[in-house]
């Protein structure tokens, strides 16, 4: 049986413009994210500009899923399927200090 999945994490940006949260299914739930909408409160012309990279399972280069060089107002489209045990971890660097960042994910969630 599929689910609506509409959930979203914040995080404060820290000294040097640098924030990261960890998005993963409770229990035998699966998800397919179709929407990763990324955004910080800072002004959409306030510099520097944050960049923001989502990683599945583990922050590495060969499980970046997608990143922006506008981690301030972003979205990223697709279907990618993330299970308990393989979190979605989101890293902004060179953002204003201070600063909350945000990511919300849209797709479906299923029970394995």
Same mark, same amino acid.
């Given at each position: ?28 739930? !699966?998800?397919?994210?179709? /929407? ?9 012309? &306030?510099?520097? +500009? #944050?960049?923001? $990279? ?22 990223? !489209?697709?279907?990618?399927? /993330? ?9 902004? &660097?060179?953002? +204003? #200090?201070?600063? $909350? ?12």
């Amino acid at each position: 049986m599929q689910q609506v999945l509409d959930t979203y994490a914040t995080t404060t940006l820290d000294a040097s413009g640098r924030g990261q949260v960890s998005l993963a299914p409770e229990g035998f739930r !699966t998800w397919t994210v179709t /929407v990763i909408n990324v955004r910080t409160s800072q002004g959409p012309t &306030e510099t520097p +500009v #944050p960049q923001c $990279t989502a990683y599945l399972g583990a922050i590495g280069e060969g499980s970046i899923v997608s990143q922006t060089w506008m981690g301030n107002r972003s979205t990223a !489209t697709g279907a990618l399927v /993330v299970q308990p045990n393989q979190p979605l971890i989101l890293v902004w &660097e060179n953002g +204003v #200090p201070g600063s $909350t960042a945000t990511v919300s994910l849209y797709g479906s969630m299923a029970m394995r």
